[in-house]
């Protein structure tokens, strides 16, 4: 579906490119930077996925800064984009309508309004059956990203990729970006008896019914073991992905506001990812990138790449449904 594009020609596909679907080059250090140069539009008529930035951390209780994430995560995809992801056979763009929606608007001086602003956000582009793919933003952003989910699928199956288990107990009323897995179970946004958690390393004997598989767990049983009970757990439910970078183990990702030690190097979640393709997938993110305390892009990269495999599911989402 090659549209004959000289990359030494012309530029800024995310405002020329005329078809919505294909692969084209262009030079990766210019240019307008959306998620590997799709299209940005707000016109959802025939697409299949969105790219959405929420720049928010307030909700943050260490370093602040993933505000910024969606920005650095958009430019960093640019040296992605040239050609089909890897390790996948498939370029997901030959399939999927993909385009950059920009970011969710809200007004962080009010900060009680923040949850059904966000919602109101998704609600519009779910309305249309359009698949939402998140960049943030600190972790909390999830949340009413599943509130509006849920109203539309009802509960739905978590698969949360994080050094953190975001299930501390909290107040009602009360969310930041470690309680907001704990009121999603108890508000029934999410299904905590469908739903697996990979990769946490700090402390909590709280699980509310999730089923939890420690960094100790996974590295010692490894990728397959994992897939085999993620996919037993999740079953054919409406599933979403989330996943925090900070499953990452520091030297691969430093570029985030609460980094742990003892995590996963990137061809480890790469494996992951690329073995969750039967899944009924109905949204995905990719949170808690903090530019500021990057090294070289690493970690903005490294959030890239997680969300170029998630468009990777969507569209083998896609193809499985058409089956």
């Known amino acids: 579906m090659s549209e004959d594009f000289d990359q030494y020609e012309k530029g800024d596909l995310a405002f020329t490119r005329r078809s919505p679907y294909g692969t084209e080059i262009e030079a990766m250090y210019s240019g307008a930077t959306s998620f590997m140069r799709r299209r940005y539009s707000r016109d959802l008529t025939n697409v299949d996925v969105a790219i959405i930035g929420v720049p928010f951390d307030l909700a943050t209780s260490n370093r602040p800064g993933a505000r910024f994430g969606p920005r650095a995560i958009r430019a960093a995809s640019t040296q992605l984009s040239w050609a089909r992801p890897w390790p996948w056979t498939k370029d997901p763009f030959e399939t999927l309508n993909v385009v950059d929606f920009g970011d969710c608007v809200f007004d962080p ?4 309004t923040i949850v059904a602003s966000v919602q109101q956000w998704y609600d519009k582009i779910i309305a249309q059956d359009v698949i939402p793919l998140t960049l943030g933003g600190d972790h909390f952003v999830t949340y009413p990203i599943l509130k509006s989910l849920a109203a539309k699928h009802g509960p739905i199956s978590l698969i949360h990729f994080d050094a953190h288990c975001d299930t501390w107990a909290d107040k009602k009323g009360r969310v930041d970006h470690g309680t907001m897995f704990y009121h999603a179970a108890n508000e029934g946004i999410v299904d905590a008896s469908h739903s697996v958690q990979v990769g946490m390393r700090t402390v909590n004997d709280l699980d ?8 100790l767990w996974l590295h010692d049983h490894g990728v397959e073991a994992a897939l085999k009970i993620i996919q037993e757990k999740v079953a054919d439910n409406p599933t979403y992905i989330t996943f925090d970078i900070d499953f990452l183990d520091p030297a691969c990702a430093p570029g985030t506001g609460t980094p742990v030690c003892g995590g996963f190097d990137t061809i480890t979640a790469i494996k992951l990812l690329h073995g969750l393709q039967n899944l009924n997938l109905i949204g995905a993110d990719v949170v808690e990138v903090a530019p500021a305390y990057d090294h070289a892009e690493i970690t903005a990269l490294a959030g890239a790449t997680m969300a170029t ?3 990777c599911l969507m569209a083998a989402a896609k193809e499985r449904s058409n089956k």
Do not use: E, F, H, S
């Open 309 to 311: 495999n998630l468009v």
């Open 208 to 215: 509310l019914g999730y089923t939890v598989l420690d960094a």
């Open 109 to 112: 001086g009010q900060p009680d």
